[in-house]
Protein backbone atom coordinates (compact mmCIF):
# COMPACT_ATOMS: atom_id res chain seq x y z
CA UNK A 1 0.00 0.00 0.00
CA UNK A 2 1.15 3.52 -0.19
CA UNK A 3 2.84 5.13 2.17
CA UNK A 4 4.80 8.45 2.84
CA UNK A 5 6.91 8.78 5.63
CA UNK A 6 8.24 12.43 6.54
CA UNK A 7 11.00 13.25 8.72
CA UNK A 8 13.58 16.14 9.50
CA UNK A 9 11.30 18.81 11.66
CA UNK A 10 12.27 20.06 14.74
CA UNK A 11 13.09 23.39 16.43
CA UNK A 12 14.99 26.11 14.64
CA UNK A 13 15.57 29.99 15.24
CA UNK A 14 14.40 32.17 12.29
CA UNK A 15 16.87 32.73 9.49
CA UNK A 16 18.00 29.16 10.18
CA UNK A 17 17.77 25.69 7.53
CA UNK A 18 16.25 22.52 7.83
CA UNK A 19 15.76 20.00 5.50
CA UNK A 20 12.85 17.76 5.25
CA UNK A 21 12.35 14.60 3.63
CA UNK A 22 9.58 12.41 2.28
CA UNK A 23 10.35 8.20 1.78
CA UNK A 24 7.88 6.78 -0.66
CA UNK A 25 6.67 3.31 -1.23
CA UNK A 26 3.79 1.33 -3.00
CA UNK A 27 3.21 2.77 -5.88
CA UNK A 28 5.79 3.70 -9.22
CA UNK A 29 7.80 7.02 -7.30
CA UNK A 30 8.92 8.10 -10.34
CA UNK A 31 6.01 9.02 -12.82
CA UNK A 32 3.80 10.42 -9.66
CA UNK A 33 4.29 14.55 -8.92
CA UNK A 34 5.04 14.96 -5.72
CA UNK A 35 4.01 18.20 -2.98
CA UNK A 36 4.51 19.03 0.27
CA UNK A 37 1.70 20.99 2.37
CA UNK A 38 1.77 22.56 5.19
CA UNK A 39 -0.84 23.60 8.12
CA UNK A 40 -0.80 25.40 10.97
CA UNK A 41 -2.70 25.86 14.37
CA UNK A 42 -5.90 26.63 13.62
CA UNK A 43 -5.34 27.21 9.76
CA UNK A 44 -6.08 25.49 6.66
CA UNK A 45 -3.96 22.75 4.95
CA UNK A 46 -1.91 24.34 2.20
CA UNK A 47 0.24 23.81 -0.64
CA UNK A 48 3.55 24.61 -0.36
CA UNK A 49 5.82 22.58 -3.29
CA UNK A 50 4.88 20.60 -5.98
CA UNK A 51 7.61 18.83 -8.48
CA UNK A 52 6.39 16.59 -11.29
CA UNK A 53 7.25 13.86 -12.94
CA UNK A 54 9.43 15.41 -15.17
CA UNK A 55 11.18 17.76 -12.38
CA UNK A 56 9.20 21.15 -12.98
CA UNK A 57 8.80 22.66 -9.50
CA UNK A 58 6.03 25.46 -8.38
CA UNK A 59 6.19 27.15 -5.11
CA UNK A 60 3.54 29.36 -2.70
CA UNK A 61 4.65 33.02 -2.81
CA UNK A 62 5.27 32.77 0.60
CA UNK A 63 8.47 30.39 0.36
CA UNK A 64 9.34 31.65 -3.62
CA UNK A 65 13.15 31.82 -3.42
CA UNK A 66 13.71 30.37 0.27
CA UNK A 67 12.39 26.96 -0.15
CA UNK A 68 13.49 23.92 -3.01
CA UNK A 69 11.51 20.91 -3.35
CA UNK A 70 13.71 18.51 -4.99
CA UNK A 71 13.01 14.52 -5.63
CA UNK A 72 15.65 11.20 -5.75
CA UNK A 73 13.89 8.89 -8.15
CA UNK A 74 16.50 6.58 -6.84
CA UNK A 75 15.39 6.65 -3.62
CA UNK A 76 12.01 7.32 -4.36
CA UNK A 77 12.44 10.06 -2.07
CA UNK A 78 10.99 13.81 -2.15
CA UNK A 79 12.66 16.51 -0.11
CA UNK A 80 12.11 20.04 1.09
CA UNK A 81 15.11 22.66 1.77
CA UNK A 82 14.35 25.89 3.82
CA UNK A 83 15.93 28.51 4.07
CA UNK A 84 15.74 32.20 5.67
CA UNK A 85 13.13 30.43 7.69
CA UNK A 86 10.46 32.49 9.49
CA UNK A 87 8.05 31.94 12.40
CA UNK A 88 5.56 32.27 9.97
CA UNK A 89 6.92 28.86 8.86
CA UNK A 90 5.75 27.53 11.64
CA UNK A 91 3.15 24.50 10.99
CA UNK A 92 3.23 20.84 10.15
CA UNK A 93 4.22 20.20 7.22
CA UNK A 94 2.82 16.87 4.91
CA UNK A 95 4.05 15.14 1.83
CA UNK A 96 1.81 14.25 -0.44
CA UNK A 97 1.16 12.42 -4.03
CA UNK A 98 -2.30 11.66 -6.08
CA UNK A 99 -2.48 8.46 -7.69
CA UNK A 100 -5.39 9.33 -9.76
CA UNK A 101 -8.49 11.14 -7.90
CA UNK A 102 -7.00 9.70 -4.57
CA UNK A 103 -4.61 11.39 -2.61
CA UNK A 104 -2.37 10.51 -0.19
CA UNK A 105 -0.27 11.77 2.94
CA UNK A 106 2.10 11.14 5.44
CA UNK A 107 1.99 11.41 8.95
CA UNK A 108 3.23 14.91 9.05
CA UNK A 109 6.98 16.24 10.46
CA UNK A 110 6.29 19.67 12.91
CA UNK A 111 8.55 22.63 12.01
CA UNK A 112 8.75 25.22 14.83
CA UNK A 113 10.38 28.80 14.07
CA UNK A 114 11.85 30.31 17.30
CA UNK A 115 11.86 34.23 16.74
Known amino acids: QVQLVESGGGLVQAGGSQRLSCAAS????????MAWYRQAPGKQRNSVAV???????QYADSVKGRFTISRDNAKNTVYLQMNALKPEDTAVYYC?????????WGQGTQVTVSS
Open 96 to 104: NVYIGIKGY
Open 26 to 33: GFNFRINA
Open 51 to 57: ITSAGVT
